[in-house]
């Protein structure tokens, strides 16, 4: 059984606000509890722009809480790991209380937020999963390699660092890895805003730069993925939607009927502006604008933080944009992708 021992049952409430609603999972979670908490969500989850998920859980059934971690993410729901006091009709919007806990598979059902937070007072914990007993040596090995591969995929595809899975992995059973305010945010476990820690990629024959963020798309704008890249000896900055289906309307991509007219790089060396020259769209598909930009501009890119721009208007129904964040020094991963254009 892929559990942590615990005491208790699981209970879900709602707490409704005017734009963001929450639902309150508290207690352990056992075999089941996915769905009945899919079961929760499809009957309660309305009349909200958003939904926030409060944890205050010791964690439980490993698969089930891989399983609403994915649910959440599905749905576009944010979480944190927060108390909150008995509903009150006269205080319909409780403060949180403190000591509210989210431990093994809580913890893992917590990465699954869009948005995530833990409020100070609050606290989060990582450790193996508990394999219990009555498995042959090699079917525990085997049980574990498979298991590991499945956390190690899930918290990748949540946007952790590749070193929560490995501390995890160094945590036994009987002890739990509780981050620090700055391990919390080193490690990803709630998301810090903007595009950074950029990779390199190899694509089309090419290198690029390239970064997504989750929390960037809302109900007008689109971009989800920013990609750098040297093209014919141009530097170029892709913009990328999460999927075709949002993509933009032809009418909007369109040279003769598009109301866009070019876009906006504000960076630390100064702000570059552009006109529809340098600028490509592309209708329904997840490639949303291509921008061509000069080899100063780039090199101030890939030199500290930035904020990149396309000219529109929210009655449009459309907004592309995103900031950049870049480390000290820069983004060595958005200088090396620009390398033969500078």
């Avoid at 592309?320 to 254009?341: L, Q």
Wanted: aromatic share 10%.
């Amino acid at each position: 059984m892929l559990i942590a021992p615990h005491a208790g049952a699981i209970e879900f409430s709602m707490e409704r606000g005017n734009a963001t609603s929450k639902i309150l999972v508290t207690g352990p979670i056992e075999r089941g509890d996915a769905q009945r908490f899919k079961d929760y969500w499809e009957k309660n989850a309305y009349d909200s722009w958003h939904f926030v998920v409060s944890f205050d859980s010791p964690g439980g059934n490993l698969l089930d809480g891989l399983e609403i971690g994915r649910f959440l993410r599905k749905v576009g729901a944010g979480t944190e790991v927060q108390r909150y006091p008995p509903s009150d009709p006269d205080h319909p919007y409780p403060e949180g209380l403190p000591g509210a806990e989210c431990y093994s598979a809580c913890a893992l059902a917590f990465m699954g937020g869009v948005e995530r937070n833990i409020p100070e007072g609050g606290t989060i914990g990582f450790h193996q999963f508990y394999g219990g007993a009555g498995s042959s040596t090699d079917e525990a090995m085997e049980l574990t390699q498979q298991i590991s591969a499945l956390i190690a995929g899930y918290l990748r595809e949540m946007g952790a660092k590749p070193e929560l899975f490995e501390i995890m992995s160094g945590t036994s059973p009987g002890k739990m890895f509780v981050p620090t305010r700055d391990e919390i945010a080193a490690l990803n476990i709630v998301p810090q805003p903007g595009f950074h820690d950029f990779q390199l990629v190899p694509k089309n024959g090419l290198i690029v730069a390239t970064a997504t963020d989750e929390r960037n798309p809302g109900p007008l704008e689109r971009v989800y993925e920013i990609e750098t890249m040297c093209w014919k000896r141009r530097p170029i900055i892709n913009l990328y939607a999460k999927s075709d289906q949002q993509g933009l309307a032809p009418e909007i991509a369109a040279p003769s009927t598009t109301h866009i007219d070019g876009f906006r790089i504000d960076t630390d060396f100064g702000t570059f502006e552009y006109g529809s020259d340098r600028l490509k769209l592309y209708p329904q598909t997840r490639l949303l604008a291509s921008l061509i930009l000069e080899p100063k501009v780039a090199r101030a890119l890939g030199s500290g933080n930035a904020m990149v721009v396309v000219n529109s208007y929210t009655a449009s129904g459309v907004l592309m944009g995103g900031k950049i964040v870049a480390p000290s020094g820069g983004d060595p991963a958005i200088i090396a992708s620009f390398r033969d254009c500078l």
